[in-house]
Nanobody, 129 residues
Framework: QVQLVESGGGSVQAGGSLRLSCAAS??????????MGWFRQAPGKEREGVAA???????IYADSVKGRFTISLDNAKDTLYLQMNSLKPDDTAMYYC?????????????????????WGQGTQVTVSS
């Protein structure tokens, strides 16, 4: 069973930066074999994909965060990161880390929640104007 624990959320003013971390543990195979992603959910809205990275290191981003957010994976530390710059009030949400061992050949599908079997509990990000 994979455990994912997010950290790094908080409150920041518009234009500021935060770095989220997601530590993975409890698995048989390391993060080298995982597809991983970041999702967010604001009150009253559906969970949406923010960024994802596949086992080959290919990345994909939602249009709303392109050029501002960067996803990265440190396999040695089994930790996924999301560097968020130029934050906007619309970025306010609970941010979740997700992981999957299943093969997914279509990169864009990694931004859909259904391909992931493991989820963290989330970390809150609040951006004030």
């Amino acid at each position: 069973q994979v455990q994912l624990v997010e950290s790094g959320g908080g409150s920041v003013q518009a234009g500021g930066s935060l770095r989220l971390s997601c530590a993975a543990s409890g698995y048989v195979y390391s993060t080298i074999y995982m597809n991983m992603g970041w999702f967010r959910q604001a009150p009253g809205k559906e969970r949406e994909g923010v960024a994802a990275i596949d086992r080959d290191g290919n990345t994909i981003y939602a249009d709303s965060v392109k050029g501002r957010f960067t996803i990265s994976l440190d396999n040695a530390k089994d930790t996924l990161y999301l560097q968020m710059n130029s934050l906007k009030p619309d970025d306010t949400a609970m941010y979740y880390c997700a992981a999957s061992y299943h093969t997914e050949r279509t990169l864009s599908k990694l931004l859909t929640p259904g391909v992931y079997g493991y989820w963290g509990q989330g970390t809150q990000v609040t951006v004030s104007s």
